[in-house]
């Protein structure tokens, strides 16, 4: 059985990005591996949410969650700020991550350009506490989307330090997982090449039928194809991807041979892919409405994550600690 871990940061609703990237993976793979799925909240400070956005938008992925499938019988579903350990293992993670390496990051430059004013300590060293939160449980395995390969690979980096410093194969070198095979990419709306939250772009897993409707006609594309079998611009492909994601391969194959014949209408596929969108998210959102009222329930989900999650990550401290040389008298 291998170790699994990965987490959503909790910066609002889920979307078809987050679910086709990671949660789909962490449904199947709680069957036959030891899971950690668990809610970054603490990853979520770097923006600086209010006390009680941040409150609703824990509670808000962990009832996303459960309404996705993850199930607290088979995987520990937790939220990171119930987790002390982690902090004392990112403390001494951080001695020996160096400020040249956490600056080059793509996502801390990014974020950099993007917010001047905002660029705080947190943000450089978030890929600590990504490599903190899959080390403490030694996982073998974290399924992620495509944007968090240069995380990932952060942390392969301080698994690999740690161990060549203290001279123990203490941490697993931890793979990134998909079931695809490839790690995901699910596109945008907008001709963007990645859906997300911050770009606005994004169609939820418990959105409103009417707005993914309205979102759905409203996405970018062309004036349509000029030649048979011609190769599909970005904004065209991307809306190809997500009816490869939502749709049976038969309507998948009907839009692509129409599209191949010049004889595609983008307005029939939009409506197409608007319905697919809807049939699938509509089972989660219903889950959704009902856990989300649920407070007892959630409440006992999180207590027994935490037990569990604490005991698990309480002995890989222990064994850092002892490592690093903090004995008792
Ligand atoms: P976050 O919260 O941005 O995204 C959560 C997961 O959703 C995936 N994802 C996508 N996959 C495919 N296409 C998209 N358009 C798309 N948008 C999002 C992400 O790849 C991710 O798997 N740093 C992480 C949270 C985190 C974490 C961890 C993950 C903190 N600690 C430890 C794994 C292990 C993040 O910001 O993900």
């Not at 859906?195 to 979102?215: F, H, Q, T, Y």
């Amino acid at each position: 059985m291998n170790t699994v871990v990965s987490g959503i940061r909790s910066t609002g609703n889920l979307h078809l990005g987050n679910y086709f990237g990671a949660i789909k993976n962490f449904v199947q793979m709680q069957n036959d591996n030891n899971c950690f799925f668990f809610i970054a909240d603490w990853h979520s400070l770097t923006t600086h949410p209010t006390p009680a956005d941040l409150h609703l938008n824990v509670k808000q992925v962990l009832a996303e969650y459960l309404a996705c499938g993850i199930d607290p019988e088979k995987a520990t579903i937790y939220v990171q700020s119930d987790v002390p350990e982690i902090p004392e293992l990112y403390l001494l993670m951080n001695m020996n991550a160096y400020l040249g390496e956490l600056e080059r990051t793509t996502s801390f430059k990014d974020k950099a350009r993007k917010s001047p004013e905002n660029v705080n300590a947190g943000l450089l060293t978030y890929p600590v506490l990504m490599a903190v939160d899959i080390l403490i449980h030694k996982a073998e395995y974290v399924p992620v989307g495509k944007d968090q390969e240069q995380n990932l690979e952060m942390a392969r980096k301080f698994a690999k330090r740690f161990n060549n410093t203290y001279g123990e194969e203490t941490f697993p070198i931890p793979k990134s997982y998909s079931f695809t095979g490839e790690s995901v990419k699910i596109p945008g709306l907008d001709g963007s090449g990645k859906m997300g939250k911050s770009e606005g772009n994004a169609i939820g897993l418990v959105e409103d039928p009417k707005d993914i409707r309205k979102k759905v006609m409203k996405a970018v594309s062309d004036s349509g194809p000029t030649e048979m079998n011609q190769e599909k611009p970005e904004v065209i492909q991307n809306l190809f991807s997500l009816m490869d994601a939502v749709s049976t391969k038969d309507t998948y194959d009907f839009f692509n041979d129409k599209y191949n014949n010049c004889e595609v209408r983008y307005g029939d596929l939009k409506k197409q892919l608007a319905e697919d969108i809807i049939n699938f998210t509509a089972p989660i959102r219903e889950r959704f409405l009902d856990i989300s009222q649920d407070e007892a329930y959630l409440r006992k989900v999180t207590q027994q994550g935490a037990e569990q999650a604490r005991e698990s990550a309480a002995k890989t401290l222990a064994e850092v600690r002892r490592l690093f040389g903090f004995r008792k008298f």
